[in-house]
């Protein structure tokens, strides 16, 4: 499921529009008559829906690719990043309960290594974040052994 803001839908939806009496892309210039946004910001809607995977977006013009992705509309670029951390960690949740041995302890190394490189090619910034949101809701727990740290998957 993508996550995308109330304005990046207005503009999608105006691009489905059009998309069919302009099938070489629609030009910047007659998405920003049309919907009145300044060409700054509706040149950054654009970018955003490409990084979806939703338009593509080459040499001013925009348009459709080929994605039957659901699609969840939000009011702001912080109620996304809120969506997706959720998600994100309902992942990692899950990726950590097939990771951890029979006494429910993982590795902190071992942990890291799959979120920053495995499905999910979590950031370091985010992987952190939800390491520690995980902890503050009581699921993980971390743990020093003599022979290292691990994480406590706490169920």
């Known amino acids: 499921m993508i996550t995308i803001t109330r304005n990046e839908e207005v503009v ?3 691009i489905k529009i059009f998309n069919i009496e302009y099938s070489e892309g629609i030009p910047v210039s ?3 008559k ?9 040149v950054q809607i654009l970018e955003e829906l490409q990084d ?6 080459k040499d ?9 992705l659901e699609i969840n509309t939000v009011n702001s670029k912080k109620d996304v990043e809120e969506l997706e951390l959720n998600q994100k960690e309902k992942d990692s949740y899950e ?7 029979d006494k429910n302890l ?14 999910l090619k979590l950031t370091n910034f985010r992987m952190y974040h939800i390491i520690l949101s995980l902890q503050n ?4 727990k971390p743990i020093v052994h003599d022979d290292g740290e691990y994480y406590l998957l706490i169920e």
């Open 137 to 140: 809701k009581g699921i993980l």
């Open 60 to 68: 001013n013009k925009v348009s459709l690719s080929e994605s039957n």
């Open 30 to 32: 007659v998405l920003k």
């Open 34 to 42: 049309d919907l009145g946004f300044h060409e700054y910001d509706l």
């Open 95 to 101: 990726l950590i309960k097939e990771l951890v041995d």
């Open 12 to 14: 999608l939806n105006q």
């Open 52 to 57: 979806k995977d939703l338009v593509i977006f």
């Open 106 to 119: 993982i590795s902190k190394y071992i942990l890291e290594g799959h979120l920053l490189y495995g499905d």
